[in-house]
Structures are given as structure tokens and as C-alpha cells.
């Protein structure tokens, strides 16, 4: 039994050795989410286009530094989706190795 085990879960314990080589567990800091909102110069109003050049730039720069929110927010939470992925494999190998008590950390 232990050994279908083995076999069945062997790329959860490779994936665990290798995550764990890339990942040395950082604190990272809570996620903070940005506005769903795109910014209020998207606004769609027929009659009103951009004012100018400077009016279309301002906007643009709006834009941009929402996207880049959006990604930077994006990354974080993938980021700590994969450590706790990483925590949940670790605690697995150690209970598939048969430990007493896999929640007590070595120090």
C-alpha cells in the first residue's frame, strides 16, 4: 500500500523537493488589493472624447498605473496561492514518511 502510494504521489513529493529549492519560504507581505474600478477618465460618454493631447496622455498614465496595480496584485496572490501549495505538499511528504508529528517545525 505504501508503496502505490509512493508511486502515485511521486510528482507531488518531486514537485515539493523542487517548489522547495526554488521557494525559501518569504514573508510576504498581505496582498492588497487594488480598485476594480478602471480609472475615471474611461469613463464612456458619446459626446466627450479626450480634451487634448495632455487630457489623453493624463489618461493614459491613469490606465497604465492601474494595469501595473492589477499585475503587481496578481503576482502577489499567485505567490501566496503557491507557498501555501507548497506548505499543503510539505505536510503531506511528511505524513506519507511516516512522522509522528508533521506540524512541529525544526529549529
Known sequence: MINMLNKAFLPLIIGGIISG????NPVLA??????YDPPKCTNQYIEIQFLDAKDFESCK?????FLER???W?????DEARL???EAIKQFNCKV???VNCLETSG
Open 21 to 24: 529549492a526554488l521557494w525559501t
Open 30 to 35: 498581505e496582498c492588497q488589493k487594488p480598485d
Open 61 to 65: 498614465k491613469e490606465v497604465t498605473y
Open 70 to 72: 492589477l499585475d503587481i
Open 74 to 78: 496578481s503576482k502577489c496572490v499567485a
Open 84 to 86: 501555501k501549495g507548497d
Open 97 to 99: 514518511n511516516g512522522t
